[in-house]
């Protein structure tokens, strides 16, 4: 996958005021993270799982963001303070 490809995908903002209504599943979630991981450029794909643990909130009342945040994460890498404490993201 080519990450250039990814990134008009991953607008969160876009694609969750716009595209997606109230009903995504943890399907959806797992699919989104999939995607994540994949990505070759991994602070791009660290910026976007931030960015959709901000907003996926609203579209399920039962999102688990550190779960999210830690299922977009390879086994290499480590959760930074700020991904730790997602709840104080700004939305």
């Not at 907003?55 to 959760?79: K, V, Y």
Request: charge should be negative; charged fraction near 25%; proline fraction near 1%.
């Amino acid at each position: 996958m080519v990450d250039n490809d990814v990134h008009c995908v991953l607008d969160a903002h876009h694609y969750l005021g716009k595209r997606i209504g109230k009903n995504m599943e943890r399907r959806h979630f797992e699919i989104i993270a999939d995607v994540l991981t994949q990505m070759e450029d991994r602070e791009a794909a660290r910026a976007a799982c931030m960015e959709f643990a901000k907003w996926l909130p609203h579209t399920n009342a039962n999102f688990d963001a550190f779960r999210f945040i830690s299922a977009c994460m390879l086994s290499s890498e480590r959760l930074t303070t700020s991904e730790t404490n997602w709840h104080t993201l700004e939305k």
